[in-house]
């Protein structure tokens, strides 16, 4: 007689499809690899196509990448377990290239039109995260390139395509994903000083790659009665923040609004999400809950003058933790934002001080309770140094899995720190060499994209831009 509880029992081998569909839903990629080892029906359930596309999705939303980074229909499956094994493969790379430098599966270089011109103005690389678009300011031109996908198998001879260019008179530019996530969208701030102050406007621009042929499209501005010493902008949504000396304005690009007032302080950098903003002062930080914006720039005429100034009382002050009473003398403040901002990653930051040849790093969180009212604190993260006897310049900071990633240079090389954010993994800390150069290259030259190990930066001659490739391929020979 059959036992009625083993008859009930399910067969987990023998389960539907797209049972096994969502429970690799919950799996990392390495672990749905490590399935293929066990039986025959969980081995072919890994090579499904599905399976990849939606942990690439999940890929996406967790490091904050650019999705069109990934052109699907052009990627085989070994592509994409290739791209999704991206934060797994960059952990064990610095975690074996701490003491030597990492051997490039590709360096390549391509030339702009813009650096045959000596004319020195602000110049700046961003690697849209992705690894696949970078975003170039010039000699004033903006330009987007294609540098390709990064792929297990790689052609004899990538392809740099140019997408797009268009003069923009800018001394920065930062790069945002649109909340359709298909667009990139950029802040254009004006080089300064300017001849005439009418003519000094931030322009807000958006360029669709996908399309079939992609141009920058200036989609709002705002222009400047006066000249002001901009201080630090970010883009939050369709609101952008701009800082000022003490002033402080919203803009929404959508609809024209805006709240502009006083602080009564001067900061060194700015945090935002959607609900509130984050000023950090050299004593302690203040806390301002995004106000109703209501008045129209057009009415006057879309000008960064404040009119009567508004005063506004922050909402918290909240003071540095972990026995740090201030910020006596900061090199600069650094943390997630621009491209991260309002994104799923902790609201961190960092405080870089220097000290004879070395860096110090005091890293801080925005912790957020989840009561009624809104309330934030400061939680002291950790502390490290690393030695930069002459590296003054820090890139904007990357996330790649669980880990915040730092890079620096200095006239040895290009550096990078890799810190685990939970600190439950093995690799704690890491700080490795990437590649070597004879001569100090800017921060504002040199842009990493740990998640597909790619590094880009402008050459110390400044004739050419190096586009490095630090994951090992397999490469494909156009002759065969």
Same mark, same amino acid.
């Given at each position: 007689?059959?036992?009625?509880?083993?008859?009930?029992?399910?067969?987990?081998?023998?389960?539907?499809?797209?049972?096994?569909?969502?429970?690799?839903?919950?799996?990392?990629?390495?672990?749905?690899?490590?399935?293929?080892?066990?039986?025959?029906?969980?081995?072919?359930?890994?090579?499904?196509?599905?399976?990849?596309?939606?942990?690439?999705?999940?890929?996406?939303?967790?490091?904050?990448?650019?999705?069109?980074?990934?052109?699907?229909?052009?990627?085989?499956?070994?592509?994409?377990?290739?791209?999704?094994?991206?934060?797994?493969?960059?952990?064990?790379?610095?975690?074996?290239?701490?003491?030597?430098?990492?051997?490039?599966?590709?360096?390549?270089?391509?030339?702009?039109?813009?650096?045959?011109?000596?004319?020195?103005?602000?110049?700046?690389?961003?690697?849209?995260?992705?690894?696949?678009?970078?975003?170039?300011?010039?000699?004033?031109?903006?330009?987007?390139?294609?540098?390709?996908?990064?792929?297990?198998?790689?052609?004899?001879?990538?392809?740099?395509?140019?997408?797009?260019?268009?003069?923009?008179?800018?001394?920065?530019?930062?790069?945002?994903?649109?909340?359709?996530?298909?667009? $990139?969208?950029?802040?254009?701030?004006?080089?300064?000083? !300017?001849?005439? @102050?009418?003519?000094?406007? +931030?322009? *807000?621009? #958006?360029?669709?790659?996908?399309?079939?042929?992609?141009?920058?499209?200036?989609?709002?501005?705002?222009?400047?009665?006066?000249?002001?010493?901009?201080?630090?902008?970010?883009?939050?949504?369709?609101?952008?923040?701009?800082?000022?000396?003490?002033?402080?304005?919203?803009?929404?690009?959508?609809?024209?609004?805006?709240?502009?007032?006083?602080?009564?302080?001067?900061?060194?950098?700015?945090?935002?999400?959607?609900?509130?903003?984050?000023?950090?002062?050299?004593?302690?930080?203040?806390?301002?809950?995004?106000?109703?914006?209501?008045?129209?720039?057009?009415?006057?005429?879309?000008?960064?003058?404040?009119?009567?100034?508004?005063?506004?009382?922050?909402?918290?002050?909240?003071?540095?933790?972990?026995?740090?009473?201030?910020?006596?003398?900061? $090199?600069?403040?650094?943390?997630?934002?621009?491209?991260? !901002?309002?994104? @799923?990653?902790?609201?961190? +930051?960092? *405080?870089? #001080?220097?000290?004879?040849?070395?860096?110090?790093?005091?890293?801080?969180?925005?912790?957020?309770?989840?009561?009624?009212?809104?309330?934030?604190?400061?939680?002291?993260?950790?502390?490290?140094?690393?030695?930069?006897?002459?590296?003054?310049?820090?890139?904007?900071?990357?996330?790649?899995?669980?880990?915040?990633?730092?890079?620096?240079?200095?006239?040895?090389?290009?550096?990078?720190?890799?810190?685990?954010?939970?600190?439950?993994?093995?690799?704690?800390?890491?700080?490795?060499?990437?590649?070597?150069?004879?001569?100090?290259?800017?921060?504002?030259?040199?842009?990493?994209?740990?998640?597909?190990?790619?590094?880009?930066?402008?050459?110390?001659?400044?004739?050419?831009?190096?586009?490095?490739?630090?994951?090992?391929?397999?490469?494909?020979?156009?002759?065969?």
């Amino acid at each position: 007689m059959t036992n009625r509880c083993d008859s009930q029992k399910l067969d987990f081998a023998h389960l539907p499809l797209d049972i096994y569909v969502s429970i690799f839903q919950f799996l990392s990629p390495s672990d749905v690899i490590a399935l293929r080892k066990t039986c025959k029906t969980l081995c072919s359930a890994t090579f499904l196509r599905v399976v990849w596309l939606t942990a690439l999705d999940r890929m996406c939303l967790d490091n904050t990448l650019y999705r069109p980074s990934f052109p699907l229909e052009e990627m085989s499956l070994d592509d994409l377990e290739y791209a999704l094994m991206g934060p797994k493969r960059w952990n064990s790379l610095v975690k074996e290239c701490v003491s030597q430098l990492p051997s490039p599966t590709h360096t390549t270089t391509f030339v702009s039109d813009e650096l045959a011109d000596n004319v020195i103005m602000p110049q700046e690389l961003f690697l849209v995260p992705g690894g696949r678009f970078l975003m170039a300011l010039l000699r004033g031109y903006l330009s987007l390139w294609d540098l390709g996908c990064v792929c297990a198998v790689k052609p004899k001879q990538p392809e740099r395509r140019l997408v797009a260019r268009q003069w923009v008179d800018s001394s920065l530019c930062t790069s945002h994903p649109s909340s359709n996530g298909s667009t $990139l969208k950029i802040l254009a701030v004006p080089s300064y000083p !300017t001849i005439d @102050p009418n003519k000094a406007i +931030f322009n *807000v621009l #958006e360029i669709t790659p996908s399309n079939s042929s992609p141009v920058f499209q200036i989609i709002a501005s705002l222009s400047m009665d006066e000249f002001y010493g901009i201080d630090y902008s970010t883009v939050c949504g369709d609101i952008i923040a701009i800082v000022y000396g003490p002033t402080i304005k919203l803009w929404d690009t959508k609809t024209n609004k805006s709240a502009t007032w006083n602080t009564n302080r001067t900061s060194r950098q700015i945090l935002m999400n959607e609900d509130f903003i984050v000023l950090l002062h050299d004593e302690n930080c203040t806390v301002w809950k995004v106000p109703e914006l209501s008045e129209d720039v057009r009415s006057r005429p879309q000008s960064m003058l404040p009119g009567p100034m508004a005063r506004m009382e922050p909402l918290q002050v909240l003071e540095y933790g972990g026995g740090v009473l201030g910020l006596p003398d900061p $090199l600069c403040c650094n943390g997630l934002y621009d491209w991260y !901002t309002d994104s @799923p990653q902790p609201l961190w +930051f960092d *405080v870089v #001080e220097e000290r004879g040849t070395t860096l110090n790093f005091s890293r801080f969180e925005v912790a957020c309770n989840t009561h009624t009212p809104l309330r934030l604190s400061i939680e002291p993260i950790s502390t490290f140094q690393v030695d930069a006897p002459d590296g003054r310049t820090i890139a904007p900071y990357r996330v790649c899995g669980e880990c915040l990633v730092v890079t620096w240079c200095s006239s040895g090389g290009i550096h990078c720190h890799t810190e685990h954010t939970t600190k439950t993994d093995a690799i704690q800390d890491h700080v490795t060499i990437l590649c070597a150069t004879d001569r100090l290259v800017s921060q504002y030259v040199i842009s990493l994209c740990p998640v597909a190990g790619r590094l880009v930066y402008l050459s110390p001659s400044g004739r050419d831009i190096q586009v490095v490739d630090l994951f090992p391929t397999r490469v494909l020979n156009d002759d065969r």
